[in-house]
């Protein structure tokens, strides 16, 4: 595929709509999520620069085949194996990096951060006035107090989710001032 194809691609991708069964106030895009995705990863593992080109581009499959909602995928095991085949088909047809390829260390991690930037998007929402993302976070909340309990939350994840349950959401100051 041509250079100017796949980069249509990319951006057609970016302008996916995310969370589209849960109403929410501001646009959620699949280029705001993955940035926020990118950003963890970075932030949590500064050492593992890699998980940033999977996470570059883990939703642009769904470009073609739509944000199907979580609990679609967990509840129907034969579609989430046809939803991975096809990801996989369209990663290896742009030529770019598939979150499938990832060893289980790597995936735990990046699974991790996927799920940790839609988590923090229902703060967002929740500190606009959105209460009806709060079934998004309980899901997450069992999700992630269920990996806790497998021993697969990595333990960066889980301090900083006990740290956004502590504080909540707050914004920071206009200004930053000293340290």
């Known amino acids: 595929?041509?250079?100017?194809?796949?980069?249509?691609?990319?951006r057609e991708a970016g302008m996916v709509e995310r969370a589209h069964v849960v109403p929410h106030l501001r646009q959620y895009s699949n280029a705001a999520h993955t940035w926020g995705v990118c950003v963890l990863l970075r932030l949590l593992w500064p050492d593992q620069p890699h998980l940033v080109d999977f996470a570059?581009?883990?939703?642009?499959?769904?470009?073609?085949?739509?944000?199907?909602?979580?609990?679609?995928i967990r509840n129907q095991p034969k579609a989430a194996e046809a939803l991975e085949a096809e990801d996989r088909r369209i990663s290896s047809r742009l030529a770019i990096p598939s979150e499938?390829?990832?060893?289980?260390?790597?995936?735990?991690?990046?699974?991790?951060a996927d799920r940790l930037e839609l988590w923090l998007w229902t703060f967002d929402?929740?500190?606009?006035?959105?209460r009806m993302v709060l079934g998004v976070r309980?899901?997450?909340?069992?999700?992630?107090?269920r990996a806790e309990a497998e021993g697969t939350l990595p333990p960066?994840?889980?301090?900083?989710?006990?740290?956004?349950?502590?504080e909540g959401w707050r914004r920071l100051p206009e200004v930053l001032d000293g340290d």
């Open 1 to 10: 595929m041509k250079l100017a194809d796949r980069i249509r691609a990319t």
């Open 56 to 72: 570059l581009f883990h939703d642009v499959p769904e470009r073609w085949t739509g944000d199907w909602p979580a609990q679609v």
């Open 100 to 112: 499938h390829a990832l060893g289980h260390e790597d995936w735990v991690r990046f699974k991790a």
């Open 125 to 130: 929402e929740e500190a606009m006035g959105n």
């Open 138 to 145: 309980a899901e997450l909340d069992k999700m992630f107090n």
């Open 156 to 166: 960066e994840v889980a301090a900083l989710i006990a740290t956004f349950r502590e």
